[in-house]
Nanobody, 124 residues
Framework: QVQLQESGPGLVKPSQTLFLTCTVSGASGPTAFYYWAWIRQPPGKGLEWMGA???????YLKPSLKSRTSISRDTTKNQFTLHLGSVTAEDTAVYYCARGRDLQRSAWSDYDYRGQGTQVTVSS
């Protein structure tokens, strides 16, 4: 049974950088067969795919977020981390990490495992 767990701050000030980590358990580690993705859902809106990383370290980012987003990984800890810079109130959302087989998917039916989500609020 694969499990994913997001961790990070619940409150971030505007203009700061948000760091969220996803810890994967129950799997042998990220494999190239899957994309390990970050997805968010702002209040009252739908799911937004933000980016993904593979076991080889290749990253794929949503073009509109690319200038302030990166994803890194720590294979020794089975973790991958989202870095989102220059946050604003519009980045307030529930953030999820998930495992899927395709890029840029914004429906839960496209992911076989996901974390429970973590609320991030951007406010001074």
């Amino acid at each position: 049974q694969v499990q994913l767990q997001e961790s990070g701050p619940g409150l971030v000030k505007p203009s700061q950088t948000l760091f969220l980590t996803c810890t994967v358990s129950g799997a042998s580690g990220p494999t190239a067969f899957y994309y390990w993705a970050w997805i968010r859902q702002p209040p009252g809106k739908g799911l937004e795919w933000m980016g993904a990383i593979t076991s080889s370290g290749s990253t794929y980012l949503k073009p509109s977020l690319k200038s302030r987003t990166s994803i890194s990984r720590d294979t020794t800890k089975n973790q991958f981390t989202l870095h989102l810079g220059s946050v604003t109130a519009e980045d307030t959302a529930v953030y999820y990490c998930a495992r899927g087989r395709d890029l840029q998917r914004s429906a839960w039916s496209d992911y076989d495992y996901r974390g429970q989500g973590t609320q991030v609020t951007v406010s001074s």
